[in-house]
C-alpha cells in the first residue's frame, strides 16, 4: 500500500458499488508488502444485522411499546484482549493481566527450547548453558557456571557447585526451578499441548515455564535428585520421547552424557518455518500451553 | 398522531400489572421482534385510536363479544334509524380478535361494510371505516384479506378532504399492505402509489395525514420484493420530493411525520445501491443538514423524546446515499464538513444507552472518510480525533468502524499520519493490537504500517514506546498474515540504521 504524499486522483479509482462492502480494486503493492488496507465504503441492505436494534426499536415504537428510557441500560461492552502467540489462547478483560500475562510466561522465551524464563538475565544465563557449544567447550577447562543471585559475581566449575553455592551461601531451595539441569530436562515433559499452528514446528515437550510448574513436575525433578545414573535417566527420557523433534534433544544428551562438547548445531537451528535470526533471540518463543489462562478464546 | 408519553404513564396501571410484569412483556415482545427480523418477517400494524381512548382496551369477554358482532350484524341489515349507533357498536365490538374472526365468516358482512363506507351517510362511512380499520389490525392472517373489497374505495377517498376520515383510510391501507403478496398486488394494480402521492401533495399541511401517508408507504416499501417493483414505482413518482420537504420536524406537531417520511427513505436508500434518482432530488444534502442540527441539538443537552426514531434513519440514509454518491459531487452533496462533528457528537451521546446507534454513526463516519481528503481535513481541524481515540475499546463494531475511519484518515496524506500520531493513535494502537478481535489486530497493523512509514518521527516515537518488541511478540502470531505483517514492518522500516541509531542516541 503506497502513501502517497498528496491525496491520490480519486476519481479513477472508484468503482461503481457492488455488494455489501465496496471494496477498491487492490492497489498495486511493493514488492511482498502485506498491508491491505484501502478505504471502504460500505453499503448496507435492509436486511444488515448492524441494522437489527433499529429496526427493532423502530418497530417497538410502531407497536406503541416504545420508552424512551430504556428499562435496562443496555450493555455497551468492551473489547477483550487475548494472547495471539501460538499455541496460547488467553483471553483478558483488562490490559493489565494481558501484560501480566504475557511478562509473566512469553517475555524471556529460548527460542531453541521454548522454555520460559523470568528475567533476561536467567534467559542469558541459560541459553549460554543449554545452547551454546562454546560454552560446553570452555566450562572443561574454566569456571563458568555463573551464580544465579546478580551482583554476587562467583562462577563454578560445575552446575552442581553451583548448587550448592546457591543453597549454602544464599538459602535457596534445593529445588529451585530455574537451574534445573540438562539432564533434568526429559522429565518434565508432560502432557503435549494443542498444536495451534501447523506453520510452526514445534516440539511441544517441555512446560512453558518453568516457574509454574505442575506438581507433577516437580515429583519427577525430586526423583531425579536422588542420584539416577544417566543411562537409567536417559532410556527413561527415551521412553516418554515420542514426537522425532526428541532425537535433537537426545542427541543434546548423549552428548552431554558422553562429556563431550559435541552438541549438534540442531539444536541451535531455528524451527519456524519463517527466518529468525540464529545469532538473534529476542527471548521471545511460541509458546504451546501454558497454565494459568483464564479463558478460552472464542 | 402517537403520544410517547402517554403510553408510559399508563401502561404502568394497566391490567393490574405491576412496572416488573410490564418489564417482562416488554422485553418479550422484543425478542419477538427480534426472532420475525432474523425470519425476514419483521411486521408491524397501528391501531388508530378513537378520540375518547387513550390506549388500546379490549374486552376480555369474548364470547359476548362475538355475539355482539352477529346481532349486531343482523340488525344493521334491516333499514332502520339506529345505524349509526350501530356501527359504532360494532367498530367498538371489532376491536377482539375472536369477534373479527366471527364477523368476516358471516356471509355478505363485508358487502355491508363496503355498502355503508359508500353511501351517502357520512357518519355511517366514518364508522364503517373505522369497522375496516379494527378489522385490518387483526392479527389472525383471514381476516385482512376478506377487506379487499374496500380497497378500491379507500383509495379514492385519499383524495377527499376530511382528516379523520383520511387517516383511516391510510392506516387501514398501511395495515393491508403487508398482508400477503395478493394483496399487494392489488394495491399497486388499483393505484395506491399515486393515489399516495397525490395524497401527500395535497394535504402537505395537515400533518397528521402525511404522517399517515408515510407509515402506509413504509409498509409498502418493506417488502421483500419491493425493490423489483414497487421501489422503481415510488421514485418515479413525486413522493421523493415530498417525502423530503417534509424531514425537517415541525416544532408544534413534533417528530412523527418527519420519523415516518424518514424510514420511508431509508427503505429506498437501503434497497438498491443505484441511488442517482434520490441523489438528484438532494436526498443526501438534506439528511445531512437536518443531521447537523439534530447533532448539535444533542450536543447541547437537547434530547427530545423519541429523537432517536428520527436521528437512526436519517444515518442510514446518509450512509447508504454516501456510498452510491460519485466522489467528485461529494463536497455539493454533503455541504457541510460540520457533519463530522454531528456525527462525534452522536457517537459520543448515544453511546452508553443506544451503542447501536453510535454504531451506526461510526459506520457513517467510514463512509464520509473513505474518499474525501476535505471531511478527513475537518476531523482533525475540529480537534475530533481525540475523542474518537477513547472509543477504541468498545466492541461490538464500534471500535472497528472507528478504526477504519480512523485508517481512512491516514490513508490521505502522510502529514496526517503525523497528526494522528501526535493525538495519540499510535499508543491506542499498542493497546489494540491485543485485543481479542481479530478484524482489530489486522486493522491495527494496517494503520501502524501507515504512521510508521509516514516519517521518521514517528518510527522513532514508536520505537520509544516499545514498539520493537511488541512488534517482535506479534512475530509469534498464531495468524500467518499478522506475522508477516510485523515482519515487514520490522525488517523493512524499524531495524532500519537510522531508526535504531537515533532511539539509541536518544537513550
Known sequence: MQQPESVRPLTTERHHPTGDTHELRPRETEQGNPFTFTPQLIHLHKDHELFEDGDITRHMYLQDLYISEADDKPTLSVSEFACHISGCSAVFSTLEEYEHHYNSLHRHVCCSCRRSLPSARLLDIHIQEWHDSLFAILAQRQDMYQCLVEGCGQKFRTSKLRKDHLIRLHKYPPDFRFDKTKKDRGTRETKRQQQKDTAMEVADDVCESEGVCEVMCDVLSNQLEHGESMETHVSQEEARMAKSDSTEEHADLSAAAHGAGNTSTEATKPRYSYRVPTSVCFGHGSVRGFRGRRGRRK | MWRLNKVRHKAAGRHGDSLEELKLKRREHERALRQARRDRQLVSKRLLLNEDEDQPEVTMDTNSGEQDVVSLFHKLQQTGSEREARLKALSKALRDPSAQLAFIKQENS????????????????????????ELSHSPHTNVAPACLPATPYLLTYLSGQSTKFTELCLYTLGNLCPESDVVKEKLLAQGIIPALANCIENQRHNLAVVEAVGFTLSQLLQA????????????????????????????????APAIECAWCLHYLTCSTEDNRVLLAHGALLKCSSLLVSLGAAVAEGNKEEGMELLICPLLRCVGNLLSSCPVEDLSTQVGDVHIVVALCALLQAYLQTQPALARESAWVLNNLTAYSSALCSALLTFNLVPGLIQLLPFSQGINTMILRALANIAHKKKEFCVQLAHLGLLSALCATLKMADQEMVTLSMDVLFMLVVSGPQVAEEFVRQGGLSLLEAIQYNSKGDIRRRATHLLEHHLLSYSVVKTYLLNL
Open chain 2, 110 to 133: 363485508m358487502h355491508l361494510l363496503v355498502g355503508f363506507l359508500t353511501g351517502s351517510d357520512a357518519t355511517c362511512r366514518l364508522q364503517a371505516v373505522r369497522c375496516l380499520h
Open chain 2, 224 to 255: 421483500k420484493d419491493a425493490a423489483e417493483k414497487i421501489i422503481p414505482m415510488v421514485l418515479a413518482s413525486s413522493l421523493p420530493s415530498h417525502l423530503l420537504s417534509v424531514l425537517t420536524p415541525d416544532p408544534d406537531f413534533g417528530l
